[in-house]
């Protein structure tokens, strides 16, 4: 037999000056759904990392292709036209490299 006056195992969870008991399935699904809140938040920040990784790539990618097809002097140097370059483009080169004599 069991005894009537005997508590229930549950999970007690305090913060932010509260309380909040939870017992059973009620538990369970508290946990499931803090883990997949910070599943998704973790995944939502590493889409933010990866998105100005992409950006960077893609950037050094559009200038390095402006810069290769630049022709050639004759003694085989090569002068860039920062004028000539697409405005999309600026954003991507260091102010000190077009601002410069």
Same mark, same amino acid.
């Given at each position: 037999?069991?005894?009537?006056? !005997?508590? *229930? ?6 913060? %932010?000056? #509260?309380?909040? *008991? $939870?017992? /059973? #399935? +009620?538990?369970? %699904? %508290? %946990? $499931? @759904?803090?883990? $997949?809140? @910070? +599943?998704?938040?973790?995944? @939502? ?6 998105? =100005?990784?992409?950006? !960077?790539? &893609? ?5 390095? =292709? ?9 003694? #085989? *140097?090569?002068? =860039?036209?920062?004028?000539? &370059?697409?405005? /999309? $483009? ?8 077009? *601002?410069? +004599?």
């Amino acid at each position: 037999m069991t005894e009537p006056n !005997q508590e *229930k195992a549950g999970v007690e969870v305090s913060g %932010f000056g #509260g309380t909040l *008991k $939870l017992f /059973g #399935g +009620n538990s369970l %699904f %508290f %946990f $499931l @759904l803090l883990v $997949l809140a @910070l +599943n998704i938040g973790v995944t @939502l920040w590493e889409h933010v990392q990866r998105r =100005i990784e992409h950006e !960077q790539i &893609m950037c050094s990618t559009k200038l390095a =292709i402006f810069v290769y097809t630049t022709p050639r002097q004759p003694d #085989g *140097k090569v002068n =860039i036209e920062w004028t000539n &370059m697409d405005v /999309g $483009l600026y954003a991507c080169v260091p102010s000190w490299l077009y *601002k410069r +004599n």
